[in-house]
Structures are given as C-alpha cells and as structure tokens.
C-alpha cells in the first residue's frame, strides 16, 4: 500500500522555523519527482515546491524562493521542507506528493497544519 | 507564469445527471515537440488529499471510473461527470504541468 506521512507540522510565530518531514512507503521513492502542496484555510490548492529523483533540480514558488529548501533522503524514503522567515500566510495544511515531472501528485499524503500567529 | 482558470466556481448537480466544468489556461500548455497537452485534474473530498484524476489531459488515473472523461487542447479543457454520484461531491482542480511555476486553477465546487 502508497503511504506518504508528513510530520513536523505545528504552530509558530511569524518569523520563526519549521521543519516538515515526509516519509514514503510502498512504492519506489527514489523513481519519482517529490513535492510539497499546501491550502490555505478557505483557498485553493497551491504548489509550494518539487524536488527531481535524485536532488539535483528544484523549483519553488515565488514567495518561497530564499526562505523554503526541499531535499530528500532517497536511502531514508523521505522528503523535507525547511520553511524560515515564516509569514502568516504560510499558514496552511501542507500536503507531500509524489510526482511524475510536473504532475505533481500521484501519490498524496495525508497533510499537516502549519499555522503561523503571534 | 500560466494562470489557470476554472468555471464555473461551484456547480450545483442532480444525482444521474452530467457534470461538466472548464479549465483555461492563459497560454498554450500544448507541446509542440510532442504534440501532448500538460494538463492535469484532481478530485478533492473534504478531509482527504487530493487524488488525481487525469494527467495529460485526458489520460485516466489510476481507479478512476469512467464515468469521469477529460478532454481539450491548447488553452481550452473540459472534465465532465456523465452521471453524477454522491461520492463525487468534491472541488475540482487543473493544473498545467508544462512547466515551472507549476499553477492550480482556482477549483470548481461540485454539490448535490
């Protein structure tokens, strides 16, 4: 069975740190694209940013360039976001998905909530 | 950047009847090196991940029924519900693969 678990989801100040986490079972991790997509409370979905089969490409979303770092730990099955200089707009629940290229989901995990508040 | 754009916002459906709903893009997501559409749909239910529906424009996921079909080219994309179920009470999104920013349409909302 596809599993994707995120973990590391919590609430912080703005201008504070998260570390999410995403650990992937049942399907070949190394041979897909990884990504995280996030939804606002009330929005749409948004793409946050995606990670190549072995690390070597990335790509964020704009408010994310400088402030969010993907990786990924193929021998660990598992997918990172590091997201700094938080902003209360960042508050969402942040989905990991495994990818084909730019289809960003064929595999989805469960989520976690990121909430950013003072 | 693509801009996706979906209509209408939400779509109110009787139960055995057609759903269908629409996704432009604001530029060719049509490859010409390979003639294929980047163009993808997902179904997404309250208290669930999304789950994707079609990839490619109209190339079904996988445990999708077929009452769901997906269609169009360049800008123009269509997904269609030919008898609508309960189970199918969810927003429906696009989303352009062809490149990066990778960008959702803004989803339309199906209810009974």
């Known amino acids: 069975e596809v599993q994707l678990v995120e973990s590391g989801g919590d609430l912080v100040q703005p201008g504070g740190s998260l570390r999410l986490s995403c650990t992937a079972s049942?399907?070949?991790?190394?041979?897909?694209?990884m990504g995280w997509v996030r939804q606002a409370p009330g929005r749409g979905l948004e793409w946050v940013a995606n990670i190549n089969q072995h690390g070597s490409e990335t790509h964020y979303i704009e408010s994310g360039k400088g402030r969010f770092t993907i990786s990924r730990d193929n021998a660990k099955n598992s997918l990172y976001l590091q997201m700094n200089s938080l902003r209360v707009e960042d508050t969402a629940v942040y989905y990991c998905?495994?990818?084909?290229?730019?289809?960003?989901?064929?595999?989805w995990g469960q989520g976690t909530l990121v909430t950013v508040s003072s | 950047d693509i801009v996706m754009t979906q209509s209408p916002d939400s779509l109110a459906v009787s139960l055995g009847e057609r759903a269908t709903f629409n996704c432009k893009s604001s530029?060719?997501?049509?490859?010409?090196?390979?003639?294929?559409?980047?163009l993808a749909w997902y179904q997404h239910k309250v208290g669930q991940p999304p789950k994707l529906l079609f990839s490619w424009a109209s190339t079904r996921g996988s445990g999708v029924p077929d009452r769901f079909s997906a269609s169009g080219s360049g800008t123009d994309f269509t997904l269609t519900i030919s008898s609508l179920q309960a189970e199918d009470v969810a927003v429906y999104y696009c989303q352009q693969h062809y490149g990066s920013p990778i960008t959702f349409g803004g989803g339309t909302k199906v209810e009974i």
């Open positions: 049942g399907f070949s991790f190394s041979a897909y694209w």
């Open positions: 530029q060719s997501v049509l490859s010409s090196s390979n003639n294929r559409n980047y």
């Open positions: 998905a495994a990818g084909e290229g730019f289809i960003v989901g064929v595999h």
